[in-house]
């Protein structure tokens, strides 16, 4: 079965688990997930689309205007889809999906009126990739990997904050990524902000570079550390194995079957064992991945249940260093998609099984 024709069976089943005759999607997000990729964005930062989707149990539907119509065609091909596009014309007041759907009941990605808001239950949905998604996301992460290297390695101590950021944008762009996250720290900055935007602060000697990477809807995470000169602080060298063996622990802990609840419990037993018992306070640990850089953010007692082909983003962090990298749940094992290829690494023993986790770069 086509991929789009899968996806309109799960949209189905959804709509008989809610006695809906509809679904509306507004979402950026959600339009991708339901048009396998397709973008519907004008402004890359917008959370709603200049087009939204309304699927019925028997048809589908692109409501946009005159101005996107022809772009949603020809290059997002999805009329091919067996999508019906409803272009009016930009200025007119005309409301496609109350035509469309009059009488219906409707549930909804985001608060639409009439509509029924199911927005959390919509981003699980996005959350559960079939195996065409699995292999885009894994030619994301590649290329969010070379792009991340190539940016890091290029950093020198006198650069800007906003001259990293523009190195990691310009390598991320030139390979078809959208960088919509790109945080940057240096020196003190990475132990004062757990999300630092970049400033005009210039390097010294130690840089945080994060990437949350945009390609076909979906979203690849990672962040790396650079450090000029070794490291003279041995705390700092002892939290970055720490934070190392925190993210062994969660990695291996993602596996089909478990809660996600269950696995932020052994979470907060790695911080404790790593000798860190409350850093995981100051910041959330990640969660699914998908068509947002995180379709929900893992918590104590959830209790949703980790699958096979799912993808996690997990991102543990202590003052000071971080560690993060986009996973693929396999039936056997979990694949780390942000490998970097030459990158330094830590070997980290969980349960017997040893796992390669990044470390700090140092240029000498």
Not at 132 to 138: A, K, L
């Amino acid at each position: 079965m086509k991929e789009i024709e899968c996806k309109h069976e799960i949209i189905r089943t959804f709509l008989d688990r809610h006695h809906l005759d509809g679904l509306v999607l507004q979402r950026v997000a959600s339009f991708a997930w339901a048009a396998c990729g397709a973008a519907s964005y004008v402004n890359t930062a917008a959370t709603f689309g200049a087009a939204s989707l309304l699927v019925t149990r028997d048809s589908r539907h692109v409501i946009t205007n005159n101005i996107e119509a022809t772009r949603i065609v020809q290059e997002e091909k999805l009329a091919e889809q067996g999508w019906i596009v409803h272009a009016p014309f930009w200025y007119e007041g005309s409301d496609v999906v109350a035509d469309l759907a009059g009488g219906m009941k409707l549930g909804s990605d985001s608060p639409f009126p009439g509509a029924i808001d199911l927005g959390d239950e919509v981003a699980r949905l996005r959350a559960s990739l079939l195996p065409e998604e699995g292999e885009r996301f894994r030619q994301l992460g590649r290329m969010c990997a070379q792009a991340m290297d190539a940016a890091i390695r290029a950093v020198r101590p006198g650069m800007t904050e906003f001259e990293i950021a523009a190195l990691l944008s310009q390598e991320s762009e030139r390979r078809g990524v959208q960088a919509i996250v790109n945080l940057i720290a240096t020196d003190e900055r990475i132990y004062n902000f757990r999300h630092p935007l970049p400033t005009g602060k210039k390097l010294d000697r130690y840089a945080m570079l994060v990437l949350c990477g945009r390609k076909w809807g979906l979203v690849c995470s990672l962040t790396r550390l650079v450090h000029f000169g070794r490291i003279a602080d041995p705390e700092l060298r002892r939290k970055i194995g720490a934070v190392a063996a925190v993210d062994a622990a969660m990695i291996s802990a993602t596996r089909p079957g478990k809660t996600v609840g269950a696995i932020f419990s052994e979470t907060i037993q790695a911080y404790t064992k790593s000798g860190y018992p409350d850093e995981w306070k100051l910041h959330h640990q990640g969660g699914p991945a998908a068509y947002e850089p995180r379709e929900f953010i893992a918590v104590q007692g959830s209790p949703d249940v980790v699958k096979a082909s799912q993808v996690f983003a997990w991102n543990p962090s202590i003052t000071g260093c971080k560690s993060e990298d986009t996973i693929l749940v396999g039936r056997e094992e979990n694949e780390v998609l942000t490998v970097i290829e030459g990158w330094p690494v830590s070997p980290v023993s969980v349960n017997g099984v040893t796992l390669q986790r990044p470390d700090v770069l140092i240029v000498d």
